[in-house]
């Protein structure tokens, strides 16, 4: 029987310091998975997906699974600093060498340098960067399309960027903003983005016109804003009635659900135009400078870096806020296509400029914010063919799920672990299939092995725990007690 943190079979909350664990944070990783990285490198980053790396990034092999190791350890890293620093948080970014974390105060810089990355001292927050943007925003009728394509706000100059066909155009808007314009950049281009919606593909769906599928959710996928409005039936690749729109917003954003129905079954996975499937596994959000991928119904596989987060976007339908900016091509019909770095689900294809025979500018929607909008669930590599896994945890930095029988045991995140390098809480959340019988313990490396430091237990499938603790490695665990089944949960860390 593996209960034993307390003889009560009920839910336990410990609280820091209540199992006896090593002395002091242990000096070195656990030895099952390479200390250089606070989570193993994703297993499922396919094969195809390294290939475009290789081709696009000008890569080797072995530097693409580098690369795809070093950007998950370099964004939790900057994920938990982003918690952790709070006001002084001015954004984080990726080179070839370091994860660079800009902050406001000399004190958050030792702090950054603590947590192995490196600090870099700046007049504006992110908060106060954002706050400039979100003026924009609301100004966004005074920016004419044709002359200003977009704006953002760029952590590594420690400003907002105003992108201008006419700089003109682009200094009068600013000003009829009444922004700091200490605090902005004009930056000339020739972007001219446009929405893809009406091209060919091989993993398309129609609608009137053609875009691609995003990613698979319980009942259906996501995809563009801009392919469809609710009520719109769509036909899949080979013209079968496929679903209907249920949810849409565009512009302002640019995502949308389609239902689908019997004919189809939503799977976790996306198109490599190999013949073959690329299986995700989460949706945990990558930072500025991580490579990543797009899979579309055009142009297949193609890769980049993401080079900011919340742009909004100018088309000439009206203006998208939240959008991510990469440097990845893409092509009319990639619409609504999936993104990925690694194994972890980014975002489905709004619109770009350029092409993949010159290069261009793609930006994607967030794929959280759409799951998020509709109440959706990803359909993820740990459900497979089974019945979706349950959804109940909701409210945690991160998801995950899995499948797990009888007297077995399961690790969370990925099968590895995280590190935490500040002090703080650690939350966990458990949701099982119904008639099962699943525990979840919180276990922290003590320079030898794993000790459990928090447990959950009671008699059915669904747990919960929160353990405030020091600086070190954690990783969860799923136990299940009795029975068989999918399951999802929800983990924060300081």
Request: overall charge neutral.
């Amino acid at each position: 029987m593996r209960r034993s943190l307390a003889a009560a079979a009920a839910a336990i909350l410990l609280p820091a310091g209540a199992l006896t664990i090593a002395a002091a944070p242990a000096a070195a990783a656990p030895s099952d998975v390479p200390a250089t990285s606070a989570v193993a490198p994703p297993a499922a980053a396919s094969s195809e997906m390294f290939a475009a790396m290789q081709r696009d990034l000008g890569l080797t092999a072995d530097q693409a699974r580098t690369r795809v190791a070093r950007d998950e350890k370099g964004s939790r890293t900057d994920s938990s600093l982003r918690r952790s620093l709070g006001a002084a948080y001015a954004g984080g970014w990726l080179t070839a060498d370091a994860l660079v974390v800009a902050v406001t105060s000399p004190a958050a810089a030792d702090r950054v340098r603590a947590a192995g990355a490196r600090p870099k001292l700046v007049d504006r927050s992110g908060a106060d960067l954002d706050r400039i943007k979100s003026t924009l925003d609301r100004h966004a009728a005074k920016a004419p399309a044709a002359a200003i394509p977009g704006w953002y706000v760029d952590v590594t100059t420690n400003t907002v960027v105003v992108l201008a066909r006419d700089t003109g155009a682009a200094a009068a808007f600013v000003r009829a903003s009444r922004v700091d314009a200490a605090a902005v950049r004009v930056v000339a281009t020739t972007e001219a983005p446009r929405t893809y919606y009406d091209v060919r593909g091989g993993d398309a769906y129609y609608m009137g016109g053609r875009c691609s599928v995003g990613f698979s959710v319980t009942g259906g996928f996501v995809t563009a804003g801009h392919c469809g409005t609710v009520g719109t039936a769509t036909q899949g690749y080979n013209q079968v009635s496929q679903g209907t729109f249920r949810g849409s917003s565009f512009p302002g954003n640019d995502y949308a659900w389609v239902q689908t129905n019997s004919n189809w079954t939503p799977q976790p996975w996306v198109n490599n135009y190999s013949g073959g499937n690329v299986t995700v596994a989460g949706s945990t959000e990558a930072a500025v400078g991580a490579a990543i991928c797009r899979s579309g119904s055009t142009t297949g596989w193609r890769c980049g870096s993401i080079q900011a987060k919340n742009q909004t976007v100018n088309y000439a339908e009206g203006s998208v806020s939240g959008l991510t900016r990469t440097n990845a091509c893409a092509e009319p019909g990639d619409s609504g296509g999936s993104w990925l770095s690694g194994q972890q689900a980014q975002g489905v294809t709004s619109g770009g400029s350029g092409n993949c025979t010159s290069g261009g500018t793609t930006y994607f929607q967030p794929v959280n914010e759409i799951l998020s909008a509709y109440g959706l669930t990803l359909r993820t590599s740990g459900g497979g063919g089974e019945p979706p896994p349950p959804t109940g945890c909701s409210g945690y930095e991160a998801t995950y799920t899995g499948s797990i029988s009888s007297g077995q045991s399961r690790y969370q995140p990925n099968g590895s672990y995280y590190y935490s390098s500040v002090s703080g809480t650690h939350r966990g959340c458990l949701d099982g299939p119904t008639g099962v019988d699943f525990d979840l313990y919180l276990q922290k490396w003590n320079g030898a092995s794993w000790v459990d430091v928090a447990g959950s237990y009671t008699p059915g499938p669904d747990e919960s725990l929160s353990y405030t603790g020091t600086a070190g490695y954690y990783r969860f665990e799923v136990h299940a007690y009795s029975g068989s089944g999918s399951y999802s949960m929800g983990i924060t860390n300081p």
